[in-house]
């Protein structure tokens, strides 16, 4: 039985040498493909979400629209898509009405600051750099991130499950709004 099994196993590793020596000089020497072997890009259209219940608009300023494109620009910048963008414009226009808030006295709700009011007590950074709008948005990138399958859940889960807000489903209102802003401005 030793012997069958060594001649089987000769025979193979024969026929593998073989294969390899008259198949490997060819495969190596053929000629450039005739087609582009260069990876294709797919382009996969998904449409955007429609947005849940009721909308809000308000009129933006200068310094909201300033600080919608400085959120897009961290977007760009996390390397994130369009989606991240739309998600983090919503939020801040719910927490902030896209203004870059200080400290509103007794108006304030706790230590809240900055576009998406992040609080220095919760850990989300200095006063000074919650009011940087790069800063705070990259912050809120961060915890977005952190989200399982944040790309393809409702926003306003999205938003709150970052924000933890005592409203959570009030993000919803400002997704066309965001969705509207993010289009008009990601390429400009």
Do not use: C
């Amino acid at each position: 039985m030793n012997t069958i099994f060594r001649k089987s196993m000769l025979s193979v590793a024969g026929l593998a040498f073989a294969g390899g020596v008259f198949a490997g000089p060819i495969a190596a020497h053929a000629a450039t493909p005739a087609v582009d072997a260069r990876p294709a890009a797919v382009a996969v259209h998904t449409a955007a979400p429609k947005p849940q219940g009721d909308q809000s608009h308000i009129t933006l300023n200068d310094e909201q629209t300033a600080n919608v494109k400085a959120i897009i620009a961290a977007t760009k910048k996390a390397g994130l898509p369009e989606r991240a963008a739309v998600i983090s414009i919503a939020t801040s226009l719910q927490e902030s009405k896209l203004e870059n808030l200080g400290h509103l006295g007794d108006a304030n709700d706790h230590d809240s600051l900055g576009l998406f009011q992040q609080r220095p007590t919760s850990g989300w950074g200095t006063p000074e750099q919650i009011t940087n709008p790069e800063y705070s948005t990259t912050a809120f990138l961060k915890g977005l991130r952190q989200v399982d399958g944040w790309q393809d859940m409702p926003l306003t889960d999205a938003a709150q499950t970052v924000q933890v807000s005592a409203y959570p489903d009030a993000y919803a209102q400002w997704e066309q709004q965001a969705t509207d802003l993010v289009g008009q401005h990601w390429n400009s």
